[in-house]
């Protein structure tokens, strides 16, 4: 029995219709109508003295022991010093990560060469030489105003002078292993890290037995944060293209060998 093709029944298609919305007339305010606001005094000194500080802001550390990022306040409007337990190298890792941040960075350090691969990818935005010098050359200002936060990284044995973390818009890292007895900068410093449990004689003598206790428990590749107080364990986050810039050196010879 032969088939003929098939008829699709017609369909209709409607477009559903919007719901009405009345008209709201819009009302726009006389502004001669409106009351004057005076300030007094008092209210405008108040008003000088808030300060809006961005939670978690600042340079990434690493992760914490509960999973949550962990940074460290820097650049900030109150200025900042920093003691950092280690080696050179992660005084490299901080001045990187303060420029990700958009500080200008001055680098006083005892192994300029090292420096070489940061300072073919920061431009002049990184200064490098084996002294302090008149830091800060430019004025100090908040981000994406004027020649923006100022920072400063030293590896040098000697720590900077204290009162260069004095002022906003400023940050002063110390890199040691061994830092100085009554070093003014390392007692006037609200953070430390510490970045392997072999410092932690140097931890007790500068924060106290407590410390050296913290730091001597760390586990490989994790480090110590000391600030306002407390203490905690954080995991260092490092990524391949960091490692790239901070040790070119190795970079190289491993392509070569």
């Keep these: 029995m032969a088939v003929g093709p098939t008829t699709l029944p017609r369909s209709t298609v409607t477009t559903p219709q919007a719901p009405h919305v009345p008209h709201v ?26 300060t809006l500080t961005p939670v978690g802001a600042g340079v990434h550390l690493g992760t914490g022991t509960a999973g949550q990022p962990v940074t460290l306040p820097a650049p900030s409007p109150e200025g900042a010093g920093l003691g950092v337990l280690g080696e050179s190298l992660f005084g490299r890792l901080f001045a990187l990560r303060l420029l990700g941040v958009g500080a200008r960075v ?33 004025p100090p200002s908040a981000p994406s105003a004027g020649d923006g ?5 030293c590896d040098l044995r000697r720590p900077p002078s204290a009162s260069l973390a004095e002022g906003p818009w400023r940050t002063v890292v110390h890199v040691a292993r061994n830092p100085p007895r009554r070093s003014a900068f390392w007692a006037a410093v609200r953070t ?65 060998a």
């Design 25 to 50: 007339p819009r009302v726009i305010p006389e502004l001669g109508r409106l009351p004057a606001a005076r300030w007094r005094p008092a209210e405008a000194a108040a008003a000088r003295a808030l």
């Design 106 to 138: 001055t680098a006083a350090t005892r192994v300029p060469d090292k420096w070489r691969g940061l300072t073919l990818a920061a431009g002049d935005r990184l200064t490098v030489g084996d002294g302090v010098g008149r830091w800060p050359e430019r």
């Design 192 to 256: 430390v890290v510490v970045l392997d449990g072999q410092y932690a004689e140097v931890a007790e003598r500068l924060l106290g037995a407590g410390a050296g206790a913290f730091v001597a428990a760390l586990r490989g590749g994790e480090i110590a944060v000391f600030r306002d107080g407390r203490a905690e364990t954080v995991r260092l986050d490092l990524s391949p293209g960091e490692n790239a810039l901070l040790t070119p050196g190795r970079r190289q010879r491993a392509a070569t």
């Design 149 to 153: 936060p100022q920072a400063l990284v």
